[in-house]
């Protein structure tokens, strides 16, 4: 069985793009083979800045001959119909036109019957396909996917129609068997496929043949060439990594930039400069920022300080002074860099924060949602009443979320957006801010993935939990919510943000409340914003009259709707958008424990219980109900449970009424009727001390109490008796033991 080496020659593709292509090279081949009807044992793609490689084992040397039988059209149907079918067995336009005319026709591999079908005859083709060889298939899946390529951006060059990342320059496609190579024929856009590639563009740039994939390999590593992605990231890291400790020093680990500094080069050279004395007092996030920003340089530092003292480029030569030439190169233009980072520093201290704080009211948080100053004064009455109610210093929680974003408006942040938070920290460290203060405003994104730590100060939490809470609930005020796969706001991951905090920390945070009084300051603030665009809109010195008349009558509604709201204290939309954005963290929150294998119904029967906003307390119930279903005396009680609502569900709409009347045990019949009533008095007694005290764990063990005497009465009593009175007293019964069970989680929502 021959494999096959595929190589796509190019101009330089961009970084980030490499992985994606190699993988949708490697998919878009195989899947295309398998459809035409090769199989093969294993693929792997390889991407370098100017070439994409697959390379298949033991490809399949033939497709197999196929019979397949192809239902027409009635014998009646209307000769287009007939026609149509014809044409997608295979037939020429000469062929159908004979078999309408004289009933039949010569159709190489296909055969064709009129055969009852239903009321009336049909056309029944039964189609043989010959298999074909492995090269014709190969040049037709190649073809077929580079000119359907989906790279996120491309362009076409030259007279040709072919669309590609970069000028395509060359094929190698070769298929390699024991008796040797052979090229697969086939052409693109004038690009003939050959047995020939080439190695680095400066150090090797001549053409050669290859008769395989290890070939090929080993004759592009001496050429100067590292084909795998991943043992070029290994080599940097590791040759970096020596520099770094022959001096002293750490890398600091960054995998997003090492991966990219693999997709720049073929042929790493990595080489380690130092940062001039007068940039090393810069915070190390500000020089970490600009070296990987500007020069995807990695950073190095003193393992005892902390301090950022070295970078290390890597070049994609090797040079006859060593890279001494492209170090100095490196070093001029980082230094150029961190001078506007040192100046966008400097200018910054000079500035106090209340005068940053000031133009945060020229700033646009959003158009309907008024400008940013606006929201840190909702952040800060938000951050107040959340460190109240989780014990945290609530006047430095809400110091910190005025000073939250004054940051935004400094040269530093303006110049590097990723610095948002971090650099307002330091600046509220330097302005003598208190240290929990300035913890906090460098802590109030986080987490802002599934790999990030949560803050854990109580005023960090607090702050974190405000900038979350006000995001979400400000979108979910003007009805901008996540739609399937969009989310520009990035409200999913505020929300699990939220979770995270509190879960994580043990948090317990009623979020009913806070989320209700923020949509309701949201409805407030879109009059307000709406009042005050109105307003400099009519103080445009270029309007006309009857355009300032209508923007002062757009003033007086805004201001109308808000007295309005203020009068009613809440509305109809307010309660909507609350009980929507309640349910949103229970979606959340149920990603967030199924990626912990807590099924799904187990947390839909937690959620409907009382103070469910309470995302600690439901997830306390919900490993409890978890734990308790894993064991033997709960599975089986959740059987007897679903007899119960089963037998009392089907007798209740039979006879139109709900047996919900206390049952009375003088009418038990049987001694497993009576101890069912003893049980149920004891487990009611036990689980309302427990539910008070919030011990999920001491009710799931009051409720296992009920499985034996539940058993014992379906096995030994008739519900349905003879006697009326006993058959109505049962069946409320039944309903006692769902009310008793209900009250822990609402068992119904389990399957099984």
Not at 155 to 167: C, I, N, Q
Request: charged share 25%.
């Amino acid at each position: 069985m021959p494999d096959l080496l595929l190589e796509l020659f190019s101009e330089e593709i961009p970084a980030r793009m490499q992985a994606r292509a190699a993988d949708d090279l490697r998919r878009l081949i195989t899947d295309g083979l398998v459809e035409r009807g090769l199989t093969y044992a294993h693929a792997a793609a390889f991407a370098t800045p100017r070439r994409l490689t697959l390379a298949i084992e033991d490809l399949s040397d033939h497709s197999p001959a196929r019979r397949e039988e192809r239902k027409g059209p009635r014998v009646d149907a209307p000769p287009k119909a007939v026609e149509g079918f014809l044409r997608g067995i295979g037939a020429t336009p000469e062929q159908a036109a004979h078999f309408l005319a004289a009933g039949h026709a010569h159709i190489p591999g296909v055969e064709i019957e009129i055969r009852p079908d239903k009321k009336a005859s049909a056309l029944f083709a039964l189609v043989s396909r010959p298999g074909r060889p492995a090269a014709e298939i190969v040049a037709e899946t190649v073809e077929a996917v580079v000119r359907g390529f989906p790279w996120p951006k491309s362009m076409r060059w030259g007279t040709g129609t072919l669309r590609w990342v970069r000028p395509l320059q060359s094929i190698l496609c070769l298929l390699t068997t024991e008796a040797g190579a052979e090229v697969v024929p086939f052409a693109i856009d004038g690009i003939a496929a050959g047995a020939t590639t080439r190695g680095h563009r400066f150090m090797a740039p001549d053409s050669f043949a290859v008769t395989g994939f290890e070939d090929y390999e080993a004759k592009l590593r001496r050429a100067f060439v590292l084909l795998d992605p991943a043992e070029r990231a290994e080599k940097v890291w590791h040759d970096a990594g020596q520099l770094a400790f022959a001096r002293g020093l750490e890398l600091v680990e960054d995998n997003g930039l090492l991966a990219e500094i693999a997709g720049l080069v073929e042929w790493p050279v990595v080489l380690m400069g130092a940062i001039e004395e007068r940039f090393l007092d810069l915070p190390p996030e500000v020089l970490r920022t600009s070296m990987r920003e500007h020069q995807k340089f990695l950073s190095v530092r003193d393992p005892a300080t902390g301090r950022i003292e070295g970078f290390v480029t890597v070049a994609n030569r090797e040079t006859a002074d060593d890279g001494a030439t492209i170090l100095k190169g490196n070093a001029k233009v980082l230094a150029a860099r961190l001078s506007d980072a040192k100046f966008f520093w400097d200018n910054d201290l000079r500035t106090s924060l209340g005068l940053l704080g000031g133009k945060l009211d020229a700033v646009t948080f959003h158009n309907r949602l008024g400008s940013v100053g606006q929201r840190t004064h909702r952040m800060s009455e938000l951050a107040f009443k959340i460190a109240s109610d989780i014990g945290a210093d609530a006047r430095k929680a809400e110091q910190a979320a005025r000073l939250s974003k004054t940051d935004l408006v400094s040269a530093m942040v303006v110049e590097f957006p990723e610095l948002q938070g971090i650099m307002g920290a330091y600046y509220a460290r330097i302005c003598g801010e208190d240290p929990e203060v300035a913890t906090a405003i460098g802590d109030q994104y986080s987490p802002q993935g599934p790999s990030d730590a949560v803050p854990t100060a109580p005023v960090s939490v607090a702050l974190a939990l405000a900038d979350k809470i006000d995001l979400l609930t400000c979108f979910w005020g003007i009805d901008e919510k996540p739609t399937g796969s969009k989310d520009p706001f990035a409200l999913r991951r505020a929300a699990l943000g939220v979770i995270r905090i509190l879960l994580e920390n043990g948090v317990r945070l009623g979020l009913l409340d806070h989320v209700h009084r923020c949509i309701w300051g949201v409805h407030m603030t879109v009059p307000a914003w709406k009042s005050v665009n109105a307003r400099r809109e009519a103080q445009r010195p270029d309007l006309d009259p009857s355009g300032r008349e209508e923007a002062e009558e757009a003033q007086r509604a805004a201001e109308a709707e808000m007295a309005a709201l203020i009068k009613a204290g809440t509305s109809p939309e307010i309660e909507a958008a609350t009980q929507d954005l309640i349910g949103f963290f229970h979606d959340r929150l149920k990603v967030y424990l199924r990626d912990q294998g807590i099924r799904h119904d187990v947390i839909d029967a937690c959620l409907p219980m009382p103070d469910n906003d309470d995302l600690l307390l439901v997830v306390s119930r919900v490993r409890a109900l978890h734990d308790f279903l894993a064991t033997r005396d709960g599975a089986n009680l959740l059987a007897g449970y679903k007899r119960a609502v089963n037998i009392l569900s089907a007798e209740e709409k039979k006879d139109g009424i709900e047996y919900s009347l206390p049952p009375e045990p003088r009418l038990a019949e049987t001694p497993e009727e009576g101890a069912l009533f003893d049980a149920l008095d004891a487990a009611e007694a036990t689980l309302a001390p427990a539910l008070e005290a919030e011990d999920f764990a001491a009710a799931m063990t009051a409720l296992a109490q009920l499985r034996a005497p539940i058993d014992a009465f379906f096995d030994t009593t008739i519900v349905n008796a003879p006697n009326t009175m006993v058959r109505r007293n049962r069946l409320c019964l039944l309903h006692r033991v769902r009310s008793v069970m209900n009250r822990v989680a609402m068992f119904s929502a389990i399957e099984g």
